[in-house]
């Protein structure tokens, strides 16, 4: 039995994905269809995506998530982080400190914010990523100029 949480998470987020993006595989594979309808269809999935991005949309992959894990004991802990491992603060070098400086230092964390619980982690760090991808790549493969 599957008891990595991180396998559950991705399966489902693909499993969102892929629901929404079926009705487009089903039309580029027929045959017999107008261009002028397809090309709706691909612009109508980006804009999907776009709208889809967002913490209510998560909350429903999430729910469903959760209950699949109860169901079956699957726990989700959140892979250990530098942050959470770190013994000691790093600190700014003592001769940069009277300069500005651009690049991103061991004292800086890299603009790299940690979550406290799993489901901010797991929207952060799979769901938004994954929606990002598929609506980069959509645009891509389809840009505007050629449908």
């Not at 027929?30 to 804009?47: D, M």
Request: charged fraction near 20%; proline fraction near 3%; include cysteine.
């Amino acid at each position: 039995m599957i008891q990595n949480g991180s396998f559950i998470v991705h399966l489902y987020i693909i499993n969102y994905v892929l629901g929404i993006t079926n009705i487009l595989s089903n039309k580029l594979q027929n045959t017999i269809g107008a261009l002028g309808g397809t090309a709706c269809l691909i612009n109508g999935i980006a804009n999907t995506f776009e709208n889809r991005r967002n913490s209510d949309s998560y909350s429903d992959v999430w729910n469903d998530i959760v209950t699949f894990s109860l169901e079956n004991n699957i726990d989700f802990k959140m892979p250990s982080t530098i942050a959470t491992l770190s013994k000691r603060k790093t600190q700014e070098p003592a001769a940069l400190t009277d300069f500005h400086v651009a690049t991103t230092t061991g004292a800086d964390d890299g603009g790299i914010q940690y979550e406290d619980n799993a489901k901010e982690y797991w929207k952060k760090h799979a769901f938004y990523p994954v929606i990002d991808s598929f609506v980069v790549n959509i645009k891509h493969r389809f840009p505007s100029e050629s449908l």
